[in-house]
C-alpha cells in the first residue's frame, strides 16, 4: 500500500499563486510515476499533470505554462507550482500514485480561486 497526503490548497485571487505538495508512505519503492488530477464541482475528475521516475513531465493543456509538477525524491514528496490562476482552475486537487497494476490516491486539498 502507498498512502498520500496534499495539501497547500487554500483561497487565491485571480492571478495569483499557490504550491501544492503530496508526500507519499509505505511501499514508496513500487511507485513508478505520480500525477494531479482535479474535479471541479458538477465535473469529472480530469488529468493535470504527471511526473515519472525517469523524469519525463506531462501537462494538460489547460495548464501548461501556468503549472509545473517537480518532485523530490529524497523527501518522497511531489509538489505543483500553480501561477497565473484563474477562476476555472478551482477544484478539489488530488494526488495519484502508480505502481504496475495499481493506482493509490490521496484525499485531496481544495483550491479556490476567486475572480
Known amino acids: 500500500q502507498v498512502q498520500l497526503v496534499e495539501s497547500g490548497g487554500g483561497l487565491v485571487q485571480a492571478g495569483g499563486s499557490l504550491r501544492l505538495s503530496c508526500v507519499a508512505s509505505g511501499r514508496i519503492f513500487s511507485v513508478n510515476s505520480m500525477a494531479w488530477y482535479r474535479q471541479a464541482p458538477g465535473k469529472q475528475r480530469e488529468w493535470v499533470a504527471t511526473?515519472?521516475?525517469?523524469?519525463?513531465?506531462a501537462y494538460a493543456e489547460s495548464v501548461k505554462g501556468r503549472f509545473t509538477v517537480a518532485r523530490d525524491n529524497a523527501k518522497n514528496t511531489m509538489f505543483l507550482q500553480m501561477n497565473s490562476l484563474k477562476p476555472e482552475d478551482t477544484a478539489v486537487y488530488y494526488c495519484?500514485?502508480?505502481?504496475?497494476?495499481?493506482?493509490?490516491w490521496g484525499q485531496g486539498t481544495q483550491v479556490t480561486v476567486s475572480s
Open positions: 511526473s515519472t521516475d525517469g523524469g519525463i513531465t
Open positions: 495519484k500514485a502508480t505502481s504496475p497494476g495499481l493506482g493509490y
